[in-house]
């Protein structure tokens, strides 16, 4: 609860700073709206009746009072409430996250451990691929991906995304490519901490111990070496999560997938300021809740550091 | 006997499985195939800025999304003929381009149902006129519009318009017909429509700013012209996304990009293209009040033959620009083939303006561009040439039109990169020539030569209009009111199996009601 609370000075921080910033920005969403042949007279008249000529106190004040009770008021430029908006575009980038991150940890821990029990050429493989992984640009890899797997092969779509209402083989199909792209970079900080932190753990007095206690390797290696090597690789679970919610900007543009990250970059080009705060909201949230479940899972992995 | 552990398994595991999801179903299901009864899918660059017909701004993008729902008062063809289509007949009565009558189709119902009638589509005009769209300026002078009880609505312009029947037209904002319970929810304007076109939009279906579904209108006064069963416009911002989209079956057409348009081709894809737009340096400062050198008509000049509109427009452009001084395209009066001539590559005679003029050494400015169009790339294209003939231009470039916008207005830039659409030399000149600030002419510069030839242009009868025309677009050439390189194409491209498909120079916007299936 504690955790929780803290999160609200946080989120007044960070919806005044970005406030602040984008009210500072040259450009109005007049532009946007009238297009780029109206007069000076016509923007600054549609400019009032936006409201846009009010102090920031007074418009950020106004907003304010609406997002404490769930209202995030209207999109400047469609006149689309953005709590509406947003909440139509978060099953998306969940999807694209939350399947990312897990693609990621999947291989960054297969990686990593492979890493860290092979020396030699097998080692040797995983730490090359991490590498790899790490130093391909994600939008490069998109562009990669579709060419082949959509444009030459035609076995995954090129672009959009499908709800999962409308079945769980074409919403994953829609999915595969941005997941890839996203989890690789993702996957190689998980591999260098779990292959750092499971061969620590397996250098540790107590592995010896339980072998020489009858215990069988695989059971000595996932029940006791993982568990002791789990609290760093969950901070990086974290830390890639985070990280892909920026990358996920990138890759919903390229993939044309309705996420908030997409939503953002078009109102932070039209200026539509009440769409990008409503976004800065959500991002900011996804972000506390994902650093309170890391907490969380520091006490269930190692009940000594269990919290209050 | 010792266990591995299966180290590499979970990773293969995870990879096996991601991929065995890609065979759930074989291939790529394409989105829409073509035939009557049928879905047709097309890609756009970008979302609606409102679906209110009165407050559009005329791009292809908007007008593929109003064509759907809002039937015109008159079609315009690829060949720039109009022809009736809400309005049986049509035109301009006596002389002087002042007065202009339609007669409005009966037993025509908007799509919830009710009557559309002159008084309607009067109330629907001005509707539209006061909006606040950026459009009402084109219209000019033109604020009365009465409705008869003989079925006619009738325009009155205070000064000429010659234009009005591309106005009244599917590529325009006023020939939308807009019902009353429309007029009356404005705000549901923006997001609903309350058309008499072939299609309504299906809310349900339409995820705001990813993909807008029409499906089709059944009090349609003319169901041979509903050809589909749903139509899908999907919003692909990326130009290189829109061509693996298309590519990979997910949409029959979209509206595409000079950049991929050889791509396209080279994929099988048919590739339709014509002039659109001008591309150059607008010129803006002409009294130097930042840029006293831009006050002298010769420096103006010194600048145009200063570039090699030719060499530009290869390098940017390739086979679909075509140099030119213009800023008028060749289908609309006031061109004329011989005025690309006028401004030869020629820097020695540019040097020698420049020392005439009393710059010698050149002179330095700062120049704005926006990064769409390719005009901040054309911009600095003509900034390297101007370079070699002293003339230093410092370049603010910019992402975000809206910031290119302001920029301009702040009048701190005597000259920024342009490209405009190609128009009638009448609503080119509301926005380049007539003194109401704008991101063209945001120093309101006039002059009062050029508005005497515009103005007897604007007067004249057809087939005296277009000399007088090509007259002032001249006089504003010599004067060096830009300086403009290439005429630039715009591109759809489409999977085989589609009819209805039309760019031409008469016509750069394809009307979407008259896409079917068939080759």
Request: hydrophobic residues 45%.
């Amino acid at each position: 609860m504690r955790r929780l609370l803290v999160s609200v000075p946080l989120l007044f921080l960070v919806t005044f700073l970005t406030f602040l910033l984008v009210s500072l920005l040259p450009g109005s969403p007049s532009v946007t709206i009238l297009g780029p042949t109206a007069s000076q007279d016509q923007y600054h008249q549609l400019d009032l009746q936006l409201g846009l000529d009010q102090p920031l106190w007074t418009r950020y004040g106004h907003w304010l009072a609406g997002a404490v009770r769930g209202d995030f008021g209207s999109s400047l430029i469609t006149g689309d409430p953005v709590a509406r908006i947003l909440d139509e575009r978060l099953p998306v980038t969940l999807s694209l996250i939350l399947g990312a991150t897990v693609l990621a940890t999947a291989l960054g821990i297969g990686l990593g451990i492979l890493s860290a029990l092979r020396a030699g050429r097998r080692g040797g493989i995983a730490d090359v691929l991490s590498l790899v992984g790490s130093a391909i640009p994600n939008f490069w890899l998109a562009l990669v991906l579709v060419a082949a797997f959509s444009v030459s092969w035609r076995l995954l779509p090129a672009t959009g995304y499908t709800s999962l209402a409308q079945g769980l083989g074409p919403w994953a199909r829609s999915l595969i490519l941005p997941w890839i792209a996203l989890a690789l970079g993702g996957s190689a900080l998980i591999a260098k901490q779990t292959r750092d932190a499971f061969a620590t753990a397996l250098a540790m007095d107590f592995v010896v111990v339980l072998q020489a206690n009858g215990f069988s390797r695989r059971s000595v290696l996932y029940r006791h070496v993982l568990r002791n090597a789990a609290i760093p690789i969950s901070t990086s679970i974290g830390i890639v999560f985070v990280g892909l919610l920026s990358g996920s900007v990138l890759i919903e543009t390229v993939f044309a997938a309705p996420g908030l990250g997409s939503a953002t970059v078009a109102a932070t080009n039209q200026h539509d300021l009440p769409v990008i705060q409503g976004a800065v909201v959500y991002f900011t949230l996804m972000v506390v809740l994902m650093n309170l479940l890391v907490d969380l899972s520091y006490g269930w992995l190692n009940p000594r550091v269990r919290l209050p | 006997m010792r266990r591995r552990f299966p180290t590499g398994r979970l990773s293969i595991a995870v990879l096996a499985g991601t991929l065995a999801l890609a065979g759930c179903t074989s291939g790529t299901s394409s989105s829409s195939s073509t035939g009557a009864g049928h879905d047709l899918t097309m890609i756009l660059t970008s979302q609606p800025t409102s679906l209110d017909p009165g407050t559009m701004n005329v791009d292809p993008n908007n007008l593929a999304y109003e064509q759907l729902a809002y039937d015109p008062l008159i079609r315009v063809g690829s060949d720039g003929t109009f022809t009736p289509a809400l309005a049986t007949s049509f035109g301009y009565v006596g002389s002087g381009n002042t007065r202009f009558q339609l007669h409005i189709r009966s037993g025509v119902k908007f799509a919830d149902g009710t009557p559309l009638t002159a008084q309607t589509v009067a109330a629907s005009i001005n509707y539209a006129l006061k909006a606040g769209g950026s459009a009402a300026a084109w219209l000019g002078s033109c604020a009365s519009i009465t409705a008869t009880a003989t079925g006619d609505v009738l325009v009155g312009c205070t000064s000429a318009n010659p234009t009005l029947p591309l106005l009244f037209s599917q590529n325009a904002p006023f020939g939308f017909v807009i019902s009353p319970a429309g007029i009356a929810q404005k705000a549901s304007l923006k997001t609903a429509t309350f058309g008499a076109g072939e299609y309504v939009l299906d809310q349900k279906q339409t995820v705001t700013g990813d993909h807008y579904v029409y499906t089709p209108n059944p009090n349609y006064w003319d169901s041979k012209g509903i050809h589909y069963q749903k139509v899908t416009l999907k919003v692909v911002a990326n130009p290189n996304s829109v061509l693996s989209s298309i590519q990979a079956g997910q949409a029959d057409l979209a509206i595409g990009d000079p950049s991929t348009a050889d791509a396209a081709k080279s994929a099988g894809l048919t590739v339709y293209s014509a002039p659109s737009y001008t591309a150059g340096v607008d010129l803006f400062d002409k009294a130097g009040a930042v840029s006293k050198p831009l006050a002298d008509p010769r420096v103006r000049q010194a600048l145009n033959y200063a570039i090699d509109r030719a060499a530009i427009t290869k390098a940017l452009f390739g086979e679909y620009g075509t140099p030119t001084t213009q800023l008028v395209t060749p289908v609309y009066d006031g061109y004329d083939a011989s005025l690309n001539n006028l401004y030869g590559y020629d820097p020695v005679k540019a040097k020698q303006l420049l020392s005439d003029a009393g710059y010698p050494n050149g002179f330095s400015m700062p120049i704005e561009a926006w990064q769409g169009f390719n005009i901040a790339q054309v911009t600095q294209a003509i900034m390297g040439y101007w370079a070699k003939i002293g003339v230093k231009a410092v370049l603010t470039s910019d992402a975000a039109p809206g910031t290119w916008v302001s920029n301009v207005l702040s009048k701190k830039f005597p000259a920024a990169g342009y490209g405009y659409a190609g128009l009638p030399v009448f609503q080119t000149s509301q926005n380049w020539f007539r003194p109401a600030a704008n991101p063209f002419n945001p120093f309101s510069a006039t002059d009062p030569r050029l508005d005497q030839l515009l103005d007897q242009a604007a007067a004249a009868a057809p087939e005296a209009a277009g000399a007088l025309s090509v007259q002032a677009m001249r006089y504003a050439l010599e004067q060096g009111w830009w300086v403009t390189t290439s005429l630039v194409d715009a591109a759809y491209y489409t999977r085989k199996g589609l009819s209805g498909v039309t760019v031409t120079p008469k016509n750069i916007f394809t009307d979407v009601t008259q896409i079917q299936p068939g080759s």
